[in-house]
């Protein structure tokens, strides 16, 4: 994977990350997950108030989710991410074994470790019985003793919120300062008991906690421990980018801190988005989850607008170029031969039983159907702007026998001029110029057609835009022959034909479909 470059890099491989690759690669973006296997939450035997996945070990919901990614095209790997650079338009990302992958976007869903207080015993019962979050553990220590270790002002509140779960809770007051007289009388009133002193210890029994010593050397007996702790956000990755933590207070109390980010997880760093705890200290599993979703879907969008941006130019660049001599010759010279020699259908339907005379052909490329109406008797201008294709049109002519009855001429249509009332056909096979450019070069094509003489134009109809045929996708330059007819003097012009003629065609993939060319076929009133 050295080198490769992706779409996205999702660094993590927790809730938030996972569904946000999920979706990326949903929406068929090549995504890389680099998960380096530290989940905050894997100490819990279990994770709650996921809706369909209640009670679920933390680890299957990550297995699932990875399984689910790849099941989707997306990889995921182990490692750690330490450092990510700006290069260009995208991002290079450096992983601790020296490997390097590069990205487009980054999202960035690290999470947070929980910074537990300096309490012998406490960090290994982290998860199982030492607790922090009421909605995640509540259930499960229902009814029981649950002690509320001071941390800051917050914890007061905390006391207050697990009271919901049990009557017996027990609020340790630790380093703290005793509770303002307004807060002892709102433990009071909930008959929550306040055990002054810092707690020196955890009291296990088995391996079950059992309580909590005090400095004095009481023990307050205790089923369930919990401790409000701050979270710092894992940013290595984030601050190798420029992107700092700030401070996150709740209730006056400092909760952690996090990477500052818009709801869609957007930084300020362009194309690095955030999710999870990463950015939100409160976030539980469900909600980074989402938060990951939504993070996946706006990157997408991102994405998704700047491909369109570069589409666009693009295109613009196209139309400014593709009708210049330079871009014809490029083409031309790519292959021995662009079109098939056969004349075009359209033209054979319309001109095969007409008395030959002098004939224009417009863009006559490598000259098939003006050799073809030159072995009918024909006489015929080609004019073309590549001197590539009317050197190969020229030799077809010689190769026909016709050489005496053509002539090429290399010209820019959008301003050659030629006679007026000189041509007794006048054929444009495809001509697609852009609105005011094709107007004027189907009005001097008009003017060219000689009294009782036939204007043929035959162009790729509007309506393949919406077929799978798609020859070519620019439909300010496409045309029906209705419209031509419109710009037609009727007192000058009898229309014999203005119709999308139905012909068969094979698309991209090797399908009959049905193809429409607009066909105007107009006869000069003599």
Sequence with gaps: MDEKKYDVVVVGGGPAGLSGALALARARRSVLVVDAGEPRNAPAAHMHNYLGLDGTPPAELRAAGSEEVIGYGGEVVTGRAETATREGDGFLVTLDDGRAVRARRLLVATGAVDEL??????????????????????????????????????????????RQWSDDVVFLAHHCPPPSEEDAERLAARRIPVAEGPVTGIEVTGDALTGVRLASGEVVALDALVV???????????ESLGLKPVEVELGGHLAGTRIAA????????????????????????????????????????????????????????????????????????????????????????????????????????????AVWLATRGWRVTGADISATALERAAAHAVDAGVADRTEWVRAD??????????????????????????????????????PGGTLLIVGHHPSDLVTRVRKMHFPQMMFTAEE?????????????????????????????????DAVLVARRRA
């Excluded at 409000?228 to 984030?238: E, F, H, I, N, Y």
């Excluded at 007819?485 to 479909?513: F, N």
């Design 484 to 516: 031509v007819a419109a710009s037609l003097d009727p007192a000058e012009w009898e229309i014999a034909a203005a119709e999308a003629r139905p012909r068969t065609a094979v698309d991209p993939e090797g399908h009959e479909v049905t193809s429409r």
């Design 413 to 450: 249509l959008r301003d050659h001029v030629f006679p007026e009332g000189a041509y007794d056909l006048v054929s444009a096979q495809y001509m697609h110029l852009p609105g005011e450019a094709r107007r004027t070069l189907f009005a001097r094509l008009a003017a060219a057609v000689a």
């Design 262 to 369: 818009e709801p869609t997880g957007a930084t300020a760093v362009p194309g690095v988005y955030v999710a999870g705890n990463v950015t939100d200290v409160r976030a539980v599993v469900i909600a980074s989850a989402a938060a990951g979703l939504a993070a996946g879907a706006a990157i997408n969008a991102d994405l998704v607008a700047e491909e369109t941006r570069e589409a666009v130019a693009a295109y613009r660049d196209d139309m400014r170029t593709m009708f210049e001599e330079a871009a014809w010759e490029e083409r031309y010279r790519s292959r021995p031969a662009i079109w098939s020699g056969d004349p075009n259908p359209q033209l054979v339907a319309e001109a095969a039983q007409l008395p030959p005379g002098r004939a224009l052909d417009v863009g006559s490329g490598e000259g098939a159907d």
């Design 228 to 238: 409000g702790a701050p979270l710092t956000t894992r940013s290595q990755v984030l």
């Design 117 to 162: 207080p300096d309490v012998p015993g406490l960090a290994g019962r982290w998860g199982r019985d030492v607790l922090h979050c009421p909605y995640c553990h509540g259930w499960e220590v229902r009814d029981r003793r649950i002690g509320v270790l001071a941390m800051g002002p917050l914890s007061v509140e905390q006391a207050l919120l697990w």
